[in-house]
């Protein structure tokens, strides 16, 4: 039977300006057959943990033993199901579920038989002849379902896989879940936003903690061996249900306070880049509008010149018509520039107001 050991496992991710904490030390101990289910408010860092897990994303410190040797990668001994199915709409059902054993080089009779022997469990044995997109989303999600048993992994990693399903098919399908897990006491890590769902499939429910994540708190309820779908009902059910909903609430609050931190931000560093580049593009415009006039007396002062040798008799008219053509030019650049002095001066105000509108918004 399999042990998962997760030790002080962190997850830093690198984000715009530093790094975002996802995963606080978490420590985590599942043996054969226990059915640990993860609850948490939103963003605490549920997939990042199974992602961990399954190997698709390496620990930042700590680490994470299946039997004692540590997770490098993904592998067949871990059996990950989404939240939105990931099955190939060109492949029968039958063929989504035998995909890891054909990639694992099982023979066609061998994947028929273990394919539909899955499929039987989840309920679906008329369907894999079927189409994926003739299925059901309720259905569509059992044959992933069936596609993670199918490769036989000593894990399966579960990541809200009942959440896209209406109320009446997701109690359907966690009554299916608890007796798929009955007969074949798989070791599951299941993710939900569900309390009655973790408290009715669960051997183990850990709480998490708002970002960073870390197990706040960790119930073991006795209903997993029940057969009986009134257990939630039961006195006991209830009185959990309401202590892990106290907790949870907490961590929500904190949740959207962090969010709306993050949100704040985003807004002010956004508005101190529009300053910027505001202020930029009016100080190099105020530049050149400086030169030009400059070029502008230059040509001033040429025209004054070539006007004087002209009544002198040095030169003839058409050194004037000449001078007072580069004085007309000069003369336009200075003034089309000065628009675009006034247009950036106004964009700068209205960075500047539009930063600070966001940044302390009027109650
Ligand atoms: N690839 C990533 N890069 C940066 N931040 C991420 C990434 N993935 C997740 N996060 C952030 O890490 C936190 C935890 O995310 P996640 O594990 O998906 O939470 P949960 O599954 O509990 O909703 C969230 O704040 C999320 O925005
Ligand atoms: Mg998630």
New binding site residues.
Partial sequence: MPTLDIRALTVN???QGGT?Q??APVDLKMEGGDFVVAL????????????CIAGFLPPSSGEILLDGRPVKGPGADRGVVFQKHALMPWLSVRDNVALGLRMRGADSATRCRQADEKLALVGLEKFGDHAVHELSGGMQQRVGIARALANDPEILLM??PFAALDAQTRELLQEEIKRIWQETRKTVLW?THSIEEALFLATEVVV?SA?P?RIKARFQPQFAMSKDSGVVTSAEFVRMKAEIFGLLREEALTAQQ?EAA?QYQRVVLQAFTDVDNALVAYNSEQRRRTSLQNQVGQARRALGLAQSRYRQGISDFLEVLTAQRTVLAAEQQLADSQATVSENLVALYKALGGGWEQTYPLE
Avoid: F, H, P, W
């Avoid at 948490?40 to 990042?48: D, L």
């Fill in positions: 991710y690198a984000v975002l996802a995963l948490g408010a939103s963003g605490c860092g549920k997939t990042t943990l199974l992602n990541d809200e993710i998490m970002r994540g962090q993050i």
